[in-house]
């Protein structure tokens, strides 16, 4: 359901959707205009857009299959917005792989583009975003319980970079490789506490050393 107020939340109104089964977030660009997102029964991410302060609901057209879409952001008073979540994908294992996901529009929801997102977040969830101009926003979220995740924007959602971090790191860590499985490279991460020379060493799962760098 979708609650409307129009006292200032002392007395709210239920609006129902019958193809919907939960929403996610709503965003409101003006007194007028907002924009919801949800899950429907076959797992597919919707989006429906109000121009009447919420009274009625109409959904826009949206492509992607298998999409759960856990918040939707405009710039207020712009056509610019960006739609996020996660796209699921099983494994031969039938074991859901979650990818992040963000799509843009620049005409009020009309039409959307799916924006690329860096290959190696694997299972990182995105639930939370901001758009604050046309062209620079944030996207948080992050994998179940080790890792957080902040991804920054300047051109509108064309394209994100994670944020930076210059803490210091305060003990070594090493990072899941990605893509896993790889076939032929692949990339492995690192943090060491003060500089210095790092010997890599990978192994067999015979416990035989196959490469060091």
Not at 21 to 27: G, I, M, Q
Not at 50 to 62: A, E, H, I, Q
Not at 113 to 139: C, E, F, P, W
Not at 176 to 199: A, C, E, K, L, M
Request: charged share 15%; no cysteine; glycine share 12%.
């Amino acid at each position: 359901v979708i609650l409307l107020t129009t006292n200032g939340g002392a007395s709210w109104q239920q609006q129902n959707f019958a193809s919907v089964d939960n929403f996610t977030d709503v965003n409101f660009t003006s007194t007028s205009t907002g924009y919801a997102v949800g899950i429907d029964r076959s797992i597919r991410g919707t989006i429906y857009k109000t121009t009447n302060g919420g009274n009625s609901w109409f959904p826009l057209s949206f492509a992607p299959d298998s999409v759960v879409l856990f918040g939707v952001r405009f710039v207020r008073g712009s056509g610019v917005g960006i739609v996020y979540g996660n796209l699921l994908m099983l494994d031969s294992t039938v074991v859901p792989i979650l990818s992040p996901f963000v799509a843009r529009t620049t005409d009020t929801g009309l039409n959307w583009s799916v924006q690329q997102i860096r290959g190696d977040l694997t299972n990182h969830l995105l639930i939370g975003g901001r758009l604050l101009s046309a062209t620079k926003g944030y996207m948080s979220g992050g994998t179940a319980l080790t890792e957080a995740l902040i991804l920054h924007t300047t051109n509108g959602g064309v394209t994100f970079a994670e944020q930076n971090n210059e803490e210091t790191p305060h003990e070594f860590s090493l990072s899941q490789n990605y893509p896993n499985p790889f076939n032929p490279t692949t990339n492995i991460g690192f943090r060491i506490v003060d500089f210095g020379f790092v010997s890599l060493k990978v192994y067999d799962v015979l416990g035989r050393e196959v490469a060091m760098v």
